[in-house]
């Protein structure tokens, strides 16, 4: 389940994604929980306690630009907050294979070559 982080008028994540955390846990089912606040609060320092992934940035579109930046916050994050059993940084979906149509939603187009996609999927694995 992933949870997002719009429209929240100031709540703060660390108040409210522990109350979803606790109602999915209630299920007594394996659910994986993933919080998505874009990052803004260090959410891997705090999410791995109550979910198994986290988004670390901004939402990924497929150009260049967009993709080398994600890449380069991803390695900006300690060692010790990336990953271990059941806790992930999440850099946001893979364009890969999407080509022209990719997040047309968000007013890009992506632009990306057959090598950056490449590198785009061996970054994310």
């Known amino acids: 389940v992933k949870m997002d982080w719009c429209n929240t008028d100031g709540a703060d994540p660390r108040e409210v994604y522990?109350?979803?955390?606790?109602?999915?846990?209630?299920?007594?089912?394996?659910?994986?929980?993933?919080?998505?606040?874009?990052?803004?609060?260090?959410?891997?320092?705090?999410?791995?306690?109550?979910?198994?992934?986290?988004?670390?940035?901004?939402?990924?579109?497929?150009?260049?630009?967009?993709?080398?930046?994600?890449?380069?916050?991803?390695a900006a994050i300690p060692a010790q907050y990336t990953g271990k059993p059941f806790g992930w940084n999440d850099m946001d979906m893979l364009q890969t294979g999407n080509g022209k149509q990719a997040a047309k939603a968000n007013g890009h187009e992506a632009n990306m070559t057959d090598v950056e996609y490449r590198t785009e999927f061996s970054m994310w694995a």
């Open 18 to 74: 522990p109350h979803m955390s606790s109602a999915l846990n209630a299920t007594g089912r394996r659910i994986h929980f993933n919080l998505c606040e874009g990052g803004s609060e260090a959410p891997w320092e705090w999410g791995y306690d109550i979910a198994m992934s986290w988004r670390m940035g901004h939402d990924h579109v497929g150009q260049w630009a967009n993709t080398l930046s994600i890449i380069e916050a991803s």
